[in-house]
């Protein structure tokens, strides 16, 4: 690739919107969740902000961040997006990087790529599938296809899944969901590319630094032999949190913000 095509794919490289920048101190970069943005923090930045610079984007085509016409979406794009924008910032060292949910699947693959760059990488609530091909359980292979059949339901069915968001809000006070016609695109495409097909366990294996996977005991979309499964690398650490779910409620809050102090 010449330098000038290389200029002009950089150009073409979205910069996302940095929601939110407080603080002083060793850098922490927040990556949330499919259908949300960077406001699904707001229980974690209080505890980080005192000790910390807290840097929160939204990921490609989610709150405030838009994306170009004809994106696809892919692992690929949206570390690309978070790459230039984090460049953007002039980030002197090494940072903290702790994803959600998606944000945890884009979060290992940045980290695999841009090695170094970070120096810590937390992990919430990661949805993890391998291949079922290579899942020897039955229990564990029939679980990871029982969600990947309920994703495929999910982008197969967009007027019920839009025309019901406001009540999914109603029923999870608190929660920050985004699931509307505008950011259905970047949705629909995100997690058939990012989270039905995925390289997680890969990346993760190429990660160089040390990585604890944070998630609630009664998650809805975990498959804890998965996880268990990762925690047998050596730079891994487990850290399940008791009576917790998915979302980022004050407990798994408070969790990885015991593991930065």
């Known amino acids: 690739m010449s330098m000038l095509e290389r200029v002009r794919r950089t150009h073409e490289v979205p910069l996302l919107n940095v929601a939110v920048d407080v603080g002083e101190g060793p850098v922490v970069v927040l990556l949330h969740g499919i259908a ?4 699904s923090w707001r229980q974690l930045v209080p505890l980080l902000s005192p000790l910390y610079r807290v840097i ?4 490609l085509g989610f709150g405030g961040s838009h994306a170009p016409a004809g994106s696809a979406f892919t692992l690929d794009e949206h570390v690309e997006a978070l790459h230039r924008t984090l460049r953007s910032l002039r980030l002197r060292r090494r940072y903290t ?3 959600h949910s998606l944000g945890a699947l884009i979060s290992s693959r940045y980290a695999a790529v841009h090695r170094r760059e970070v120096s810590h990488l937390v992990l919430v609530a990661p949805p993890v599938y391998g291949h ?8 564990h292979r029939m679980r990871v ?4 059949w309920f994703y495929r339901f999910v982008r197969d069915n967009r ?5 019901n968001a406001g009540r999914l809000s109603r029923w999870m006070p608190g929660v920050a969901t985004a699931v509307d016609d505008r950011a259905w695109e970047a949705f629909s495409k995100t997690m058939q590319n990012c989270i039905e097909s995925q390289t997680t366990t890969t990346d993760i294996a190429q990660v160089p630094v ?4 944070v ?8 498959v804890p032999a998965a996880l268990e499964a990762l925690g047998t690398m050596h730079h891994v650490t487990l850290h399940e949190v008791p009576r917790s779910d998915h979302f980022l409620r004050p407990p798994l809050a408070r969790e990885v913000a015991r593991l930065l102090r």
């Open 215 to 222: 998630w609630g005991s009664r998650d809805q979309v975990i």
């Open 210 to 213: 040390p990585i604890d996977i």
């Open 159 to 163: 007027l019920t899944i839009v025309g």
């Open 132 to 139: 079922r091909r290579y899942i020897d359980a039955l229990g």
């Open 36 to 39: 949300s943005s960077s406001a």
């Open 97 to 99: 990087l702790i994803g």
């Open 145 to 148: 296809g029982g969600y990947l």
């Open 56 to 59: 929160a984007i939204d990921v």
